[in-house]
DNA sequence: GGTTCTCTGCCGC
DNA sequence: GCGGCAGAGAACC
């Protein structure tokens, strides 16, 4: 399925004003609104609108605030205080900010500074029929769940994707998380009502929340997935974001396929995908 | 809780 | 393609 671009010249032009306003929202102190936006590109508020969501994926709003939190990282990892970097970052009330912190950062502003250092993650690893699985979680909730043959390749790659993370072997409690999580995964009609600690960009949590509303026994392809977030074009995009996954079977990027119905990759082997598959058939 | 801003479906040019 | 309205929803204060 392609989309049709009747006039190139114009879509190029759409694109080097969307462009444009991006830096915009970058280098501006405050962040400015949908009409400051819309006027800088030349257009009606409606209309820049649609075409800054249909280059990007992201509504004007939802770009400026995903990179205002991305601006607050980086200064709490530079400033001096907190309340520096979240004044720097363009938020106009800190207590508004605290608020909101755990969603932004996924904890408090102050053990971010910490360099995220000190957040402790937990983890175990226990067996299951598809393998190995390492189980990991925040407080905040499930961070990462892992399948593999080996068991030191899952510890890994949980160290390389928290890397500032305190990553602490389980206890005692923590196994009977890991059980819980096994028997989803062996059933995932049940469904897991876990908290999840979900890390990625505005654009990826869309996906992955597409993603979570795909029933057990059903699959959807990348462009079904696309059209239901209204960015039928970031089919690609939409491809990246089920492979940056971590969380396997609870959001469930085994159940997207390729157009034609065929399995496409999967980050823990084409072969688990299928037996996820087929078990999720067969339950219904 | 009221107000303001954002977002989208629909229509007209 | 573009602008605009209406109305729902979210953010803000």
């Not at 800190?94 to 971010?112: A, D, V």
């Not at 068991?151 to 890991?178: C, M, T, W, Y």
């Not at 026994?217 to 059209?227: D, H, L, P």
């Not at 997207?256 to 999967?266: A, P």
Request: include cysteine; charge should be positive; hydrophobic fraction near 40%.
């Amino acid at each position: 399925m392609k989309a049709s671009v009747k006039n190139p010249a114009l879509a190029e032009k759409h694109v080097a004003r969307v462009v444009e306003v991006c830096r915009l929202i970058e280098s501006a102190e405050e962040m400015p609104n949908l009409k400051q936006l819309a006027v800088h590109a030349g257009l009606s508020v409606y209309h820049f609108h649609r075409v800054f969501k249909r280059v990007t994926g992201l509504t004007p709003k939802s770009y400026a605030v995903a990179h205002r939190a991305k601006r607050v990282r980086d200064q709490l990892e530079r400033s001096g205080t907190v309340t520096e970097a979240i004044y720097d970052a363009g938020y106009n009330s800190n207590s508004r900010f605290y608020e909101k912190s755990k969603q932004i950062l996924g904890m408090t502003p102050s053990s971010y500074r910490a360099g995220g250092a000190n957040t402790e993650i937990r983890f175990a690893i226990g067996e299951c029929s598809l393998g190995s699985i390492l189980v990991a979680a925040s407080g905040k909730g499930v961070c990462a769940i892992l399948l593999g043959d080996d068991p030191d390749a899952l510890a890994h790659d949980l160290q390389d994707r928290f890397p500032k993370s305190n990553l602490i072997g389980g206890d005692v409690e923590f196994e009977q998380l890991v059980a819980k999580v096994v028997g989803f995964v062996e059933a995932p009609a049940i469904g897991l009502d876990l908290p999840l600690d979900l890390r990625g960009t505005a654009f990826q949590q869309r996906v992955w929340q597409a993603l979570r509303e795909i029933p057990a026994g059903s699959t959807a392809s990348y462009t079904e997935i696309a059209n239901r977030i209204g960015s039928p074009k970031a089919v690609r995009a939409v491809a990246r974001a089920c492979a940056a996954n971590v969380l396997a079977v609870a959001i469930p990027c085994h159940r997207v396929v390729r157009n034609d119905g065929e399995l496409s990759g999967y980050r823990w082997g084409v072969e688990r995908k299928r037996a996820l598959l087929k078990r999720e058939a067969g339950a219904r």
